[in-house]
């Protein structure tokens, strides 16, 4: 977090050297912070800080929930426990999210999800630049649009929301979308037209209308 005031209020609060422990109903406001938890450590002298037992922060444009949220010098922010962050259009979920503020940029990890309009994709990882509204996700890929009717999976997607929407799926691609299947090594799919291309051999499935 960056140097300034920093106004802490709990049902308790201890303060020994340069760590503040503060217990019940904590809220904490800061320059960069807003957050409210049961439980918060707080390092004046790094201005690191450790929330935790369920939390609610916003930072900027980012509102973050969490079992437990620690800064980690004055732009990233960990957060473990069923986190959700939301950011522009973008939502994301997962075990673990590393966010860099001045970046804009997160990797989530752990049941990893990524949610934009009517588009969900999910990983066990999943790097995200939140304000470009791009993202890659990694280690089996799925990606499920109801309103489209589209499924599909790969081992790597590169996601762009920009024009309505791109992805381009890379190893062992599989898509289905109105009924009919396509296969390839690479597939590059236009979300908002519908449109499915490819440049390798693939084998593609239609059904009967």
């Known amino acids: 977090m960056a140097a300034g005031p920093i106004e802490i209020t709990a049902d308790t609060i201890e303060y020994r ?25 707080y390092d004046t002298k790094s201005a690191e800080m450790l929330l935790s037992g369920g939390v609610h922060a916003t930072r900027g444009e980012l509102t973050l929930t969490a079992a437990n949220i620690q800064t980690l010098g004055k732009e990233q922010i960990l957060a473990t426990g069923q986190v959700v962050a939301t950011e522009a259009k973008q939502r994301l979920s997962g075990d673990r999210v590393d966010y860099w503020s001045d970046r804009q940029y997160a990797i989530v990890t752990g049941n990893a999800a990524l949610n934009n309009e009517d588009t969900i994709l999910k990983a066990p990882k999943i790097e995200a630049w939140t304000q470009e509204q791009r993202a890659i996700a990694t280690g089996g890929v799925e990606i499920v649009s109801d309103t489209r009717k589209l499924t599909a999976t790969a081992s790597r997607v590169d996601y762009a929301a920009e024009n309505g929407g791109q992805a381009i799926l890379t190893g062992n691609a599989h898509v289905v979308q109105d009924g009919n299947t396509m296969t390839g090594e690479k597939i590059v799919m236009d979300l908002n037209n519908k449109a499915v291309t490819t440049n390798t051999r693939t084998k593609l499935v239609i059904k009967p209308q």
Request: glycine residues 4%; aromatic residues 0%.
């Open 17 to 41: 050297e340069n760590i503040v422990i503060a217990q019940g109903n904590v809220t904490i406001v800061s320059e960069q912070l807003k957050a409210v938890a049961p439980h918060a450590k």
